[in-house]
């Protein structure tokens, strides 16, 4: 028997089966057809099991939600890094909420029509359709927005975080709300903040995008949380300095527990010293972490 033969005694067969001319054609091309389906969804059957086809890149865990200063935040602006050549991210706030646009740096990166939004507080301007200079890094005119403009940030919010799925890296905590940098802070003050606290910020720090972590180093205390929640936060390999005065324990570069919980670096020789304040410049320029007080340890 020749294959046409055999082809037109199965189409024949097939006729009798469904009545209908022709449907050896048509079960063909629905074969062809659910091969194809499941070639894209997922793969064939081999061996009895299905091969499904898995993803080489694992889903990365998103950073925790940190806080940030207006002087962090404008350091995000998409430029070339001087120190590095690397492009930075570009993040911009809306409303105080902070979002990584860098997958729209066409847009809002150097020589992008938005590209003045870059690194800045933009909620009452984008709510206003507005490039003017003075809406920008003004978090406060967001709250006196009319009924439509208010309405008009809320879309510009939900568009960024459900429709283009920007990352939300955290909360722009405004200069004018941050604690006083000549404040005292006693010891046990300092210890409440101990990077633990995973509740929504209340109170003085409602609108933080986490609570605050103290770290005291030379009688300053800096709020860690503005991009050290991941280092000094819960978990994290530094979270034994958090609440702590950690003078000693940073001159010495130990972990330690004698030295973290002494608080004396009057024995220290100079070279360990030296080595204190590099960290302390580091925390305040490099870091830019703000200082929230100042250390009484006789309090």
Request: with cysteine.
């Amino acid at each position: 028997m020749t294959i046409s033969h055999a082809a037109k005694e199965m189409g024949k067969y097939c006729d009798s089966i469904t009545g209908v001319e022709g449907s050896l054609g048509y079960i063909i091309l629905l074969i062809i057809t659910a091969l194809g389906y499941m070639w894209i969804n997922g793969g064939f059957q081999m061996n009895g099991s299905s091969k499904q086809v898995e993803e080489d890149e694992e889903e990365e865990t998103p950073d925790p939600l940190r806080n940030f200063t207006t002087k962090q935040l404008r350091h995000f602006d998409g430029k070339v890094n001087e120190k590095t050549d690397d492009q930075k991210p570009v993040y911009l706030s809306v409303g105080g909420t902070i979002f990584d646009v860098s997958k729209g740096r066409d847009f809002y990166g150097p020589g992008g029509p938005y590209e003045v939004f870059a690194g800045r507080e933009c909620g009452a301007a984008l709510a206003t359709m507005s490039f003017d200079e003075a809406l920008l890094d003004d978090l406060s005119a967001c709250d006196t927005l009319g009924v439509g403009d208010k309405a008009e940030l809320e879309n510009w919010h939900e568009k960024f975080e459900h429709y283009r799925c920007y990352p939300i890296k955290g909360r722009l905590v405004p200069d004018t709300k941050l604690p006083s940098p000549e404040r005292t802070i006693s010891a046990e003050e300092l210890a409440k903040y101990d990077g633990n606290n995973q509740d929504t910020p209340t109170g003085d720090h409602e609108g933080y995008g986490t609570n605050p972590i103290y770290l005291a180093a030379l009688d300053k205390v800096f709020d860690v949380s503005f991009g050290g929640v991941e280092m000094y936060g819960k978990g994290g390999p530094y979270q034994r300095f958090a609440g702590k005065d950690a003078s000693r324990a940073l001159a010495l570069m130990s972990f330690d527990p004698k030295d973290v919980e002494n608080t004396d670096i009057s024995d220290l020789e100079e070279t360990k010293v030296k080595v204190l304040k590099d960290w302390v410049k580091t925390f305040e320029e490099k870091k830019g972490y703000p200082v929230v007080g100042k250390l009484d340890k006789n309090l």
